[in-house]
């Protein structure tokens, strides 16, 4: 049987973020993706311009609730929810998306709570609360900050293994309800660190683990997108009695540590003269090879 998941993300005209970045993936994968789209964009805002408009948070939740789920009846076996354009939307969404979970528990949310990165905030600071109150609620199953957004949600600074598992803990202590939490792009010594750190921790069994990747001189956009997209499918994938998070982690790091490092060599051929440390485009179409096959895992796995 098909399973059908609704992807609540950015949308980009040119390129592969949000739900361009997800759609395809789970769709190779044997999903059947519903995209509601939170913004309709040009492009990624990371080309330095880009032209379109935001979703308001009335037409986003009609979508769903009169459309989707009252109108048509569809039932989902997972939702997956990234970008949200403002507070509002983030609250009205939060609560249907909440109260669709409590309805029926076989429903699994995979929420990235967007909030920025690298130290800056990419949304209104209202979006704050409306992210604590949406983790507080406890219908979410599975939560994938970055580095700033633990940090953001727990008042925890990273800077090195001791801070970094406080914030973990700190985030289970804040949002008891929460089953899993992956903390993705984990750089606490930026200037001495040849590696990325991904955490994951499963609250029931109070374990969490690590790995260590090594850093890629480039700034991709959409590579979070597409962890959270590959991380719903290999998790969800595992019988509900033997699932191991760390293992399905460990899968999507190094899956989407490969698909980075052609995106990489695809561009440096394509555009031999560019010397900039950016890439606005994964290859995703180009690696759809690499989404079909078994992953073989790259990593350790280190008791935080």
Not at 57 to 67: P, R
Not at 190 to 217: N, T
């Amino acid at each position: 049987m098909t399973r059908k998941v609704l992807s609540i993300q950015s949308h980009v005209v040119h390129g592969y973020v949000g739900n361009k970045a997800a759609t395809f993936p789970l769709q190779y994968r044997g999903w059947d993706v519903d995209a509601l789209n939170t913004v309709q964009f040009s492009n990624h805002p990371g080309y330095g311009q880009f032209h379109g408009f935001r979703s308001k948070a009335e037409d986003l939740k009609s979508i769903v609730k009169n459309g989707l789920v009252e109108g048509l009846g569809l039932q989902y076996d997972a939702l997956l929810t990234g970008y949200l354009p403002d507070p509002e939307a983030l609250r009205q969404m939060g609560s249907l998306l909440s109260e669709m979970c409590e309805s029926n528990p076989n429903i699994k949310w995979i929420l990235d709570p967007v909030l920025g990165d690298n130290g800056k905030l990419y949304v209104s600071q209202e979006s704050i609360p409306a992210y604590k109150e949406i983790l507080k609620r406890g219908a979410v199953f599975l939560a994938t900050p970055n580095q700033f957004e633990i940090e953001t949600l727990t008042g925890v600074q990273i800077s090195d293994l001791n801070t970094l598992k406080t914030a973990v803990c700190r985030f289970h202590e804040l949002y008891p309800k929460i089953e899993y939490v992956v903390v993705t792009s984990v750089d606490p010594e930026p200037s001495i660190s040849d590696f990325m750190l991904c955490v994951c921790s499963d609250r029931s069994s109070k374990s969490a683990q690590y790995f260590k990747i090594p850093k890629i001189d480039v700034q991709f956009s959409g590579s979070g997108d597409l962890f959270s997209a590959l991380l719903l499918d290999t998790f969800l994938s595992q019988s509900a009695e033997t699932r191991d998070l760390a293992r399905a982690v460990n899968e999507v790091v190094s899956l989407v540590d490969t698909i980075l490092l052609k995106t990489l060599q695809i561009h440096t051929v394509q555009n031999a003269q560019d010397k900039s440390k950016r890439i606005n485009d994964l290859k995703i179409i180009e690696c759809r090879d690499l989404l079909g096959v078994k992953v073989d895992v790259k990593y350790s796995a280190f008791e935080l």
